[in-house]
């Protein structure tokens, strides 16, 4: 699209994704689609078990509910569209739509970082101060720590979707992308945009600072299990951290990889696409692989239930 005059601005946006593959586009739409359904049944079939099995309601498998729920939540808001395009060509989005969208999904990538810290603290309390569980792991504590982030998470991302507002997009009305992104929608106002490149880098530092904390209460957990003496309870405890990290690591390493993707010039615009879409898409996929697989209570009510044996929900 050409540049248009600094005083009009485009209400109608054009998501151009895999640009350069032209008509072979659709030849994308077998795979997402099938990405895109695994990881609905997945995560769907993880969050059935957990809520139909009574004792599966402690804190640590509704946690992996919550994010087997973002699992689902983040697929939706993009990939059926994304899916339309790659098969018809139609790729308009309204910049209302597009800001919506925006909003939704960064919104629900902070809370992944979030849900993860809950895991890590759950494990910290559950190894490092086992006869003080339930006097942390409460329901006052759990009500304190969904506020304090939903708040912080909502200020943030609220903040830098409401920069955006404000601008005319005046430079083109196409993005190279398959979703409405931050940097991507950015990129095409007019103006000074130095304040949203500083919205976008605050956002970063939510996933950031969670890690940290993360980080630090794995480190303290191994060293508490490296002191106490060997058997099954070591054994599990070890067992049910490894899985807690292989999926922070899964979800941190494809978020770096995106980041770091849309900073290196010499990176492909049609690479930066996809990074980005793994890192949305990766995490949701794979978890309910991690958790179905590594954690024993789940794996064998998922098994019951594939094969149509009765469970007993008392």
């Avoid at 139909?52 to 509704?62: G, I």
Wanted: charged residues 10%; hydrophobic residues 50%; contains cysteine.
């Amino acid at each position: 699209m050409e540049r248009s005059p600094s005083n009009v601005s485009h209400q109608i946006l054009f998501l151009n994704g895999f640009s350069s593959l032209l008509q072979y586009r659709v030849l994308l739409f077998a795979p997402f689609f099938l990405v895109f359904v695994y990881s609905l049944v997945a995560n769907s079939a993880l969050i059935l078990v957990i809520t139909k099995q009574h004792t599966l309601h402690a804190p640590m498998y509704v946690l992996i509910g919550a994010i087997s729920a973002l699992g689902i939540a983040l697929p939706v808001m993009f990939v059926p569209r994304m899916l339309i395009s790659f098969l018809s060509n139609i790729n308009l989005i309204s910049r209302e739509e597009c800001l919506v969208q925006m909003f939704c999904i960064h919104y629900c990538a902070c809370f992944q970082s979030t849900i993860l810290l809950g895991m890590a603290i759950d494990r910290y309390v559950a190894i490092c101060l086992p006869l003080r569980y339930n006097d942390y792991i409460n329901v006052t504590n759990s009500l304190i720590f969904n506020t304090v982030f939903v708040i912080r998470n909502t200020v943030v991302i609220v903040v830098m979707v409401g920069l955006t507002i404000p601008f005319t997009f005046c430079k083109s009305n196409t993005m190279y992308h398959c979703f409405c992104e931050h940097t991507s929608v950015v990129s095409l106002a007019c103006g000074n945009v130095s304040r949203n490149y500083i919205a976008g880098v605050v956002a970063f530092c939510i996933p950031t600072t969670d890690c940290i904390f993360i980080v630090y209460s794995y480190v303290v957990i191994f060293m508490a299990i490296w002191k106490s003496p060997s058997g099954d309870s070591r054994q599990k405890a070890i067992d049910t951290c490894s899985t807690h990290i292989i999926v922070i690591c899964v979800a941190y390493l494809s978020a770096m990889t995106a980041f770091i993707g849309y900073r290196v010039n010499a990176v492909p615009p049609d690479f930066r696409v996809f990074i980005s879409l793994m890192y949305l898409l990766v995490p949701g996929c794979f978890n309910p692989v991690i958790y179905g697989y590594r954690t024993k209570e789940i794996r064998v009510h998922l098994l019951k239930y594939f094969t149509f044996n009765k469970i007993d929900l008392s």
